[in-house]
T-cell receptor, first 112, second 114 residues
Framework: LAKTTQPISMDSYEGQEVNITCSHNNIATNDYITWYQQFPSQGPRFIIQGYKTKVTNEVASLFIPADRKSSTLSLPRVSLSDTAVYYC?????????????WGAGTKLIIKP | EAEVAQSPRYKITEKSQAVAFWCDPI?????LYWYRQILGQGPELLVQFQDESVVDDSQLPKDRFSAERLKGVDSTLKIQPAELGDSAMYLCASSQTSIFAEQFFGPGTRLTVL
């Protein structure tokens, strides 16, 4: 079964670029990698999704190496409002069953 | 903007009592998920519906938990009897299709079992 590993917490400062890496050593070959953001007392919110190489949207970039054993979420020029928990989500297939595997989350704290 | 609705937002109950949570997904979303999130941990999928059918309930403690989505729209998650260890946030999410689609989460129900 696939397993994801993320740093428990990270600190950074306003205006900096923040990179959060998730290791996922055994995801299914045709599955996407998705990242979510969660604020306290709220449900997670979709940030970005990718399959390979690099994906960019208006809020983040996602880098996925060729072996797809990890992915890096990049947040450019963070602000205080980016303080949140960030989760990577991958899928795994065991026999004919498909399961969603959430990481334990990375608590990102942005300082002024 | 359409949102996933959940009720109640907070529930306090005593152990051995029955509790029920309700979720109304975004209109047109065929896939509905129920998650349990313990404080400080990531979401744990309890059950996934595609329309009215259960796709995955492998992590649902079936001796005490049940879930239904009778008409393929809104859904109810029930716990009977509740145990102290069930205290958590229960999140509902929906998506247009299954597997890779973006999931839209509701605000959750915070359950406290005394």
């Amino acid at each position: 079964l696939a397993k994801t590993t993320q740093p428990i917490s990270m600190d950074s400062y306003e205006g900096q670029e923040v990179n959060i890496t998730c290791s996922h050593n055994n995801i299914a070959t045709n599955d996407y990698i998705t990242w979510y953001q969660q604020f306290p007392s709220q449900g997670p919110r979709f940030i970005i999704q990718g399959y390979k190489t690099k994906v960019t949207n208006e809020v983040a970039s996602l880098f996925i190496p060729a072996d797809r054993k990890s992915s890096t979420l990049s947040l450019p020029r963070v602000s205080l409002s980016d303080t949140a928990v960030y989760y990577c989500l991958v899928g795994d297939r065991m026999d004919s069953n498909y399961q969603l595997i959430w990481g334990a989350g990375t608590k990102l704290i942005i300082k002024p | 903007e359409a949102e996933v609705a959940q009720s109640p937002r907070y529930k306090i109950t005593e152990k051995s009592q029955a509790v029920a949570f309700w979720c109304d997904p975004i209109s047109g979303h065929a896939t509905l998920y129920w998650y349990r999130q313990i404080l400080g941990q990531g979401p744990e999928l309890l059950v996934q519906f595609q329309d009215e059918s259960v796709v995955d309930d492998s992590q649902l403690p079936k001796d005490r938990f049940s879930a239904e989505r009778l008409k393929g729209v809104d859904s109810t998650l029930k716990i009977q009897p509740a145990e102290l260890g069930d205290s958590a946030m229960y999140l509902c999410a929906s998506s247009q299709t299954s597997i890779f689609a973006e999931q839209f989460f509701g605000p959750g129900t915070r359950l406290t079992v005394l």
